[in-house]
């Protein structure tokens, strides 16, 4: 069955540091990998995704991803965090039907 | 584009009630999806429409829930009667097809007393 896993619950980083957060997921095909952004009592949005063609994609507000399929992995990182970077991150993958998967999500804070 | 629109964004009900969730998908959008989210189940599918026909359903925990999506531009979601277990935050979202990324409105967050 297809899953999302996203091994850090929580994370802290100091404005300024670079951020790695980290999803690996398990689906037979090539899989549709994104990664949502969710703001304290707002929706999800979109920060990046991946289709096929180069695994480093770019997304929006300087984050990027990698994705390895060697590792299953799709991991998120910005080289230097933001205050308003401070949200739950999460790790999504689709099956041709349609239906996303999530990982549980990360929460991510960020000290001054 | 307005975006996905959700309401109400806040109920609160009494146990035993009837509630009402609308979604308003963006135009031109075939997919619609609702999700809830709590703290213990994280986000979970509930069901999805494609062309207004409801494809997956597997996700709808009981009979008291059912949704609906009488036209391309509206969705309800009805819970029949309400349970405390079912407050959470109810999410809609919409897509271009199952390739292409949802869109998800701002929630609406129940809480059943």
């Known amino acids: 069955a297809q899953s999302v896993t996203q091994p850090d619950i929580h994370i802290t980083v100091s404005e300024g540091a670079s951020l790695e957060l980290r999803c690996n997921y398990s689906?037979?095909?090539?899989?549709?990998l994104f990664w949502y952004v969710q703001s304290p009592g707002q929706g999800l949005q979109l920060l990046l995704k991946?289709?096929?063609?180069?695994?480093l994609v770019q997304g929006i507000k300087g984050f990027e991803a990698e994705f390895k399929r060697s590792q299953s992995s799709f991991n998120l990182r910005k080289p230097s965090v933001h205050w308003s970077d401070a949200a739950e991150y999460f790790c999504?993958?689709?099956?041709?039907?349609?239906?996303?998967?999530f990982g549980q999500g990360t929460t991510l804070q960020v000290k001054p | 584009d307005a975006g996905v629109i959700q309401s109400p964004r806040h109920e609160v009900t009494e146990m035993g009630q009837e509630v009402t969730l609308r979604c308003k998908p963006i135009?031109?959008?075939?997919?619609l999806f609702w999700y809830r989210q709590t703290m213990m189940r994280g986000l979970e599918l509930l069901i999805y429409?494609?062309?207004?026909?409801?494809?997956?359903d597997s996700g709808m925990p009981e009979d008291r829930f059912s949704a609906k999506m009488p036209n391309a531009s509206f969705s309800t979601l009805k819970i029949q009667p309400s349970e405390p277990r079912d407050s959470a935050v109810y999410f809609c979202?919409?897509?271009?097809?199952?390739?292409?990324?949802?869109?998800f409105g701002p929630g609406t967050r129940l809480t059943v007393t």
């Open positions: 979202a919409s897509s271009n097809g199952t390739e292409y990324e949802q869109y």
């Open positions: 689906y037979g095909a090539t899989p549709y």
């Open positions: 991946y289709f096929s063609g180069d695994t």
């Open positions: 999504a993958v689709t099956s041709n039907t349609g239906k996303l998967i």
């Open positions: 135009s031109g959008h075939d997919y």
């Open positions: 429409f494609n062309n207004n026909v409801p494809i997956d």
